[in-house]
């Protein structure tokens, strides 16, 4: 059974960095993709980052040159290292997976059946 695990959320400062982990057993790390999403009360949970095990990323516009998402494949463990926070980067931020390699898998809403392991979430505000 895929468990993900995430951590390292909490509360920043404008411009404050943070950097979320995620936690993953049960399965073969890099046959699949992973990935970040976020979700504020009331919205949709939109995709922030993915990366697959070529490290094709991708990244959502508004978080570009800020976040970076990596992956350690030895410890089955995803980052998602956030720099320069804004307000409107305060969200719940859940990781998930796809049995599959590529990161699209892990990043197009079309493929959302696909993504069915996530963990609990972590949350992340930024005040300014």
């Known amino acids: 059974q895929v468990q993900l695990v995430e951590s390292g959320g909490g509360s920043v400062q404008v411009g404050g960095s943070l950097t979320l982990s995620c936690a993953a057993s049960?399965?073969?790390?890099?046959?699949?993709?992973m990935g970040w999403f976020r979700q504020t009360p009331g919205k949709t949970r939109d995709a922030v980052a993915s990366i697959d095990r070529d490290n094709v990323t991708f990244y959502l516009d508004s978080v570009r040159g800020r976040f970076t998402i990596s992956k350690d494949d030895a410890k089955n463990t995803l980052y998602l290292h956030m720099s320069g926070l804004k307000p409107e980067d305060t969200a719940m931020y859940y990781c998930?997976?796809?049995?599959?390699?590529?990161?699209?898998?892990?990043?197009?809403?079309?493929?959302?059946?696909?993504?069915?392991?996530w963990g609990q979430g972590t949350q992340v505000t930024v005040s300014s």
């Open positions: 998930t997976t796809a049995p599959y390699e590529w990161a699209g898998y892990c990043w197009y809403r079309e493929y959302d059946k696909y993504r069915d392991h």
């Open positions: 049960g399965y073969s790390g890099s046959t699949y993709c």
